[in-house]
């Protein structure tokens, strides 16, 4: 896809009125054992296209279970979750791989970046993966890497980068086949301060910039400045939204 193509698609998508996300109802409960353990008690959560939102809550708050069932990586109890207008929750195995690399990127508190491979080329995998040429993929990944200021780095590999290089890395990687929706989780768990402020910077510019709806999971309270909307997670349900 060139830079006009890609232009149009993100204005369509800010034309549309899908949102990103839609997850209406969910419950989910965990068997520890013979006791049962709730963790969701009917969570509803809409995020737009080009909205920014911190889901907050201290740890054990159901955060990351939220995620996993938005990304379709696991199942709810109840409950229906659409990404970009299409039913990931009504749908099997294969049909959720397909919904995630059409719409989904995914951001982790590690890096999750491959060792063996360059940043170029880890930043191009989803693009091979959804069938892309390499010199195509290659291009993308380049353009991608540079907008997360990290052009002249894409011969490194994981190792030989810092932490927030890394992390930056993963963002890029997340955005190179143009989602409508990334879920990140404690992306800036890792990070010093610094690097944190320059990561959650580059996340809100690209959320603006192109269009896509972000859910950034956090106990990190400076996680939530310049955000466009805190939801908070308590006891599985969301106990307040500003
Ligand atoms: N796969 C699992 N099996 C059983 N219990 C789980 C599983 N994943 C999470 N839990 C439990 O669900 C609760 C919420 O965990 P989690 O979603 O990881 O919270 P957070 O990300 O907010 O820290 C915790 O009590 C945790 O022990
Ligand atoms: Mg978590």
């Known amino acids: ?11 369509t998508r800010e034309k ?8 209406k109802g969910l419950t989910k409960t965990y068997a ?3 006791v049962a353990v709730p963790v969701l008690h009917g969570v509803d959560l809409t995020v737009g296209v080009g909205e920014l939102v911190a889901l907050v809550g201290r740890s054990g708050s159901g955060k990351s279970t939220l995620l996993h069932i938005l990304a379709g990586l696991d199942d709810a109890d109840t409950g229906s979750v659409f990404v970009h207008g299409e039913n990931m929750s ?25 060792p063996e491979f360059s940043a170029l080329e880890n930043v191009a995998m989803p693009l091979r993966l959804a069938g892309r040429s ?4 290659n291009q ?6 540079e907008s997360v200021g990290l052009g002249h780095r894409h011969t490194h590999r994981p190792s030989a980068l810092s932490g927030g290089e890394r992390q930056r890395v993963a963002v890029a990687r997340a955005l190179v086949a143009d989602p409508a929706l990334i879920l990140a989780d404690e992306p800036t768990g890792n990070l010093d301060r610094d690097n944190a402020a ?14 896509v709806g972000i859910v950034i999971a956090t106990h990190d309270a400076a996680v939530t400045q310049g955000v466009d909307r805190v939801v908070a997670l308590d006891g599985g349900r969301v106990a307040s939204e500003r």
């Open 1 to 11: 896809m060139n830079e006009s193509d890609r232009a149009d698609q993100i204005v």
């Open 140 to 145: 993308s990944a380049r353009a991608m890497l």
């Open 134 to 137: 390499r010199s195509e993929a």
């Open 32 to 34: 520890h054992g013979e």
């Open 16 to 23: 549309s009125a899908i949102p990103a996300l839609l997850a």
């Open 90 to 114: 009504g749908a099997n195995v294969d049909g959720r791989a397909a919904i995630r690399n059409r719409h989904l990127g995914f951001v982790y508190q590690m890096h999750h970046l491959l």
């Open 198 to 211: 320059h990561v959650l910077d580059l996340m809100r510019r690209l959320c603006r910039e192109r269009g």
